[in-house]
């Protein structure tokens, strides 16, 4: 019988959450790196045991942790994350040069063919790769290099580079996204980089169709369909077909069309999730109701799904990283909140229970379907 | 043999308990003293100070006999009670950390 592992990072700790394939009963292990701020931990398609974790705290900085064991043991790796060349300016919050200065790493994604490689998404934004299992890491800085790279801003959690796609069917195709810079795509392998923004609107830059400095929030795709791309922005929640040339509004019905997470059903292209959020001010679901929209039409047309989730005085946030999918069928759907649940659904978001709660602050979660 | 007292944190990501005895060559300073205990625990660069820089980190204070030696030159003699073992040097976590920090110390 399949297994499921669900990777949860918190503001104070590292969570591994295991159940069989009935999803009905959760073992809760950690916290991992207890006292550390743990923005990520994501495991290798190529080989499940292989895990990768962000830990990093205000005091130390950055650490990298590896488990080749499905987490249970775990043993720091390279934590040298060293910009290529004069790291040069980006615009700070105020509009004026600011010097890219490393802070942390935001999301790791592992390679899906080689458990050694691993790509690193860093504050101030860059990307970062590793080839020997996390202990030495080198800047692709065509990405940073790009043009546009001293325009690039801040959004309100740092200048991030926090999604990390790779496309399973174009070979070297793969898109990021940064706040506050927009969406970026490459061809060859991340050597070279063009901004992929065309149709975004963000009224809080002076040209509200400018080819970057958008406050793209996350990025999802579909594996069998890499080509569709869909997007939550700061504000509006998107859709692409044509692997980010061009962009299209898909909010439709959502109560707000802020939000931070977004993804797609494992088995149906077309099923997408968002946790819509009142604003940019407040961090909190609309009417304190906890409702995760999901579109069974690729976006335009949305249903709440609210069965089993808080619909009175519940003022949580879901984050970026903090949804994810596994791939049984019916498909699995998990996110984390910063009041510290972890909700999951069997049954494609149609119910929801909380696998656990109480934990600190949720900042990511990611799942892994073991045979 | 220097004494050195990390923070919980880094003792736990070093898995040490207690202190940190360490041989130092030369002269002993916060530099070489740093140098020491990042070859005995690899796991700690960048923790303490910058990997590239070597700039200490701007939350993480040096102590030893009741004083702060966190500005003081890196290459400046640390005091005979820490060279000769009789006082640690202790590495303090400041007392307002956390989020929305600077990687590093500013000059």
Redesign the interface.
């Given at each position: 019988m399949s297994a499921i592992r669900v990777l949860v990072g918190t503001r104070k700790g590292a969570f591994v959450l295991t159940s069989d394939g009935k999803r009905e009963r959760w073992e809760t292990s950690g916290p991992h790196?207890?006292?550390?701020?743990i923005y990520h931990v994501k495991g290798s398609p190529a080989d499940p045991d292989r895990l990768y974790a962000s830990q990093s705290?205000?005091?130390?900085?950055?650490?990298i942790q590896v488990s080749k064991d499905g987490g249970r043991s775990w043993e720091?790796a390279g934590?040298?994350f060293?910009y290529d060349g004069v790291p040069g300016t980006h615009q700070w919050y105020d509009g004026t040069p600011h010097p890219w200065?490393?802070?942390r790493v935001w999301h790791l994604e592992p390679s899906p063919t080689d458990p050694d490689t691993v790509f690193a998404g860093v504050e101030d934004a860059a990307l970062f790769r590793s080839t020997d299992g996390g202990q030495n890491w080198t800047e692709l800085s065509g990405l940073r290099g790009h043009d546009t790279g001293s325009s690039w801003q801040p959004g309100a959690g740092?200048m991030c580079l926090h999604t990390i796609l790779l496309d399973p069917r174009t070979p070297g195709r793969m898109f990021v996204a940064i706040s506050a810079a927009g969406a970026f795509r490459s061809d060859d392998e991340g050597r070279t980089w063009r901004p992929v923004n065309r149709g975004l609107r963000s009224e809080q830059i002076p040209d509200a169709d400018a080819e970057v400095g958008h406050c793209v929030h996350r990025i999802a795709m579909h594996p069998a369909r890499p080509s569709v791309l869909f997007m939550q922005k700061h504000w509006d929640v998107m859709r692409s077909d044509d692997a980010g040339l061009s962009w299209t509004e898909v909010s439709g019905n959502l109560p707000s069309d802020f939000g931070f997470p977004i993804d797609v059903h494992a088995h149906e292209p077309d099923t997408v999730y968002v946790v819509p959020i009142k604003s940019d001010h407040e961090h909190y679901p609309p009417e304190g109701k906890l409702r995760v929209y999901r579109s069974r039409t690729g976006g335009g047309e949305w249903e709440a799904l609210t069965r089993g989730l808080p619909q009175s005085d519940c003022y949580v946030n879901v984050l970026r990283d903090a949804m994810t999918v596994d791939s049984l069928d019916p498909c699995g759907v998990y996110f984390g909140t910063t009041g510290g649940q972890v909700y999951g659904s069997r049954d494609g978001g149609d119910s929801w229970a909380p696998i656990v709660r109480d934990l600190p602050a949720v900042l990511s979660v990611e799942v892994q379907t073991l045979p | 043999m220097i004494r050195v007292v990390l923070p919980a944190h880094l003792r736990t990501l070093a898995r040490v308990e207690g202190e940190v005895s360490l041989e130092v060559d030369g002269e002993v300073t916060q530099l070489s003293v740093l140098d020491a205990l990042e070859r005995r625990y690899p796991m700690l660069r960048g923790t303490i100070r910058d990997q590239v820089t070597h700039r200490r980190r701007a939350f993480v204070r040096f102590f030893a006999g009741g004083e702060d030696l966190s500005h003081e030159p890196p290459d400046a003699p640390l005091p005979d009670a820490v060279a000769s073992g009789q006082e640690p040097l202790r590495v303090v976590g400041a007392m307002a950390g956390g989020r929305g920090t600077p990687a590093t110390a500013r000059p």
């Open positions: 790196f207890g006292g550390w701020e705290s205000g005091w130390h900085g950055q650490v720091p934590n040298k060293v200065e490393f802070a740092g | -």
